[in-house]
């Protein structure tokens, strides 16, 4: 079962291109995420939005610019990636972002920088 | 510097017999923790977690140690199922300003043999 569906699933682009990713739950929870996971390193957390406010920015560059329109749907748009942008890139949801609740992900979109 | 470590990247085990996988932490601020699994092309599914207020937590085949004093948690699957084969990340909540942060370990890959 996934409440959470990522789209596109894989993605190649050239470092000039601007591309969106997309992310929806259907889990009805106020709290989604970004997360960037690189071979053999950790997921990294990348942004957090509550209710559709953007809460937590983990130093990440303006290459990466999220949009959260509702608190059903997340967007991370990219343009002039580099090489080192090529990731698994997770979205999740939680009921709250200022409790402790388990997240529940999505498949996640494959990117890949030529 | 990695807060949260999952110092074995594979663990073979006989189907019927217990596997259990380690994460140790440097964080003694972690208040919440998680086990996720992850089968390939997927994203990762939400296990089973315990509180620091707690040292054990069960659900069926699969337990959760805590060990505050030695910054230690583990996973116990009994059995092992083959179909228990996947990757297991170890993560740590933290409560930055409200929002409440995961720390994911690297994984440790399992694989249950038949």
């Known amino acids: 079962e996934t409440g959470v569906t990522q789209t596109p699933r894989h993605l190649v682009m050239g470092m000039t291109n601007k591309k969106s990713l997309k992310c929806e739950q259907h889990?009805?929870?106020?709290?989604m995420y970004w997360y960037k996971q690189s071979a053999k390193k950790p997921l990294e957390l990348m942004f957090v939005?509550?209710?559709?406010?953007?809460?937590e920015n983990n130093s990440v560059p303006s290459r990466f610019s999220p949009e959260c329109p509702n608190s059903s749907h997340l967007f991370l748009h990219l343009h002039t990636l580099q090489p080192e942008d090529s990731a698994l890139y997770l979205c999740?949801?939680?009921?709250?972002?200022?409790?402790?609740?388990?997240?529940?992900f999505g498949d996640g979109t494959r990117l890949s920088i030529l | 510097d990695q807060q949260v470590k999952q110092n074995s990247p594979s663990l073979s085990v006989q189907e019927g017999r217990i596997s259990i996988l380690n994460c140790d932490y440097t964080?003694?601020?972690?208040?919440?923790f998680l086990w996720y699994k992850k089968y390939p092309a997927e994203g990762p599914t939400f296990l089973i977690s315990?509180?620091?207020?707690?040292d054990k937590n069960e659900d069926g085949r699969f337990t959760v140690f805590l060990n505050k004093s030695a910054k230690h948690l583990s996973l116990h699957i009994v059995p092992s199922q083959p179909g228990d084969s996947a990757v297991y990340f170890c993560?740590?909540?933290?409560?930055?300003?409200?929002?409440?942060?995961?720390?994911f370990g690297t994984g440790t890959r399992l694989k249950v043999l038949a």
């Open positions: 999740a949801s939680s009921p709250q972002a200022g409790l402790n609740q388990p997240q529940h």
């Open positions: 889990l009805g929870h106020n709290a």
């Open positions: 939005y509550s209710l559709e406010e953007r809460v």
């Open positions: 964080n003694s601020m972690f208040d919440y």
């Open positions: 315990i509180s620091s207020i707690k």
């Open positions: 993560a740590a909540s933290v409560d930055t300003s409200g929002t409440y942060k995961y720390i």
